[in-house]
């Protein structure tokens, strides 16, 4: 069973803690590994996050405010992919703390800096969660 990253831990996180970061993000992406959870139950709403992440960097052209219209929706769509599958719940639950997060403060500056930390979070844990299940450590289909 999978483990959700704690709200205590999301919070250090999506504050700029990279030590909790890096623990927490190994432990869960090769928990949701071992829990067989695929790649592309969340490859679309990490591209989304990744567009998002690009729109946000480009702050000569982007408005602050739809910047976080675009993050705070991606609220429905975890939402969405959570309720077509299980596996994908735990990483919900915890993504959807985060946005909360990164919305939290009426600052654009740090809503920006937080979302940075949002998708340093977000990679990390795919990356853990792919290097487990490329090891096989998360079940038969391993290389």
Do not use: C
């Not at 990253?5 to 928990?31: C, H, N, T, W, Y």
């Not at 976080?68 to 992919?81: G, S």
């Not at 703390?97 to 990390?124: C, H, M, S, W």
Request: proline letters at 4%.
């Amino acid at each position: 069973m999978v483990k959700n990253i704690s709200p205590q831990d999301v919070e250090k996180i999506i504050g700029g803690d990279v030590r909790v970061l890096v623990q927490e993000a190994e432990r869960f992406g090769r928990e949701l590994a071992e829990d067989k959870l695929s790649k592309s139950q969340i490859r679309g709403v990490f591209g989304t996050v990744r567009q998002i992440g690009a729109a946000w960097e480009s702050t000569a052209k982007s408005d602050p405010r739809q910047n976080l219209r675009k993050v705070l929706l991606l609220k429905p769509r975890l939402a969405y992919q959570a309720r077509r599958g299980d596996k994908v719940k735990p990483l919900a639950e915890v993504l959807t703390y985060a946005i909360n997060l990164v919305a939290k403060p009426d600052d654009p500056n740090e809503q920006t800096r937080r979302f940075g930390y949002f998708v340093d979070l977000f990679e990390a844990i795919l990356a853990y969660h792919t290097a487990y299940e490329k090891k096989g450590e998360g079940g038969q289909h391993g290389s």
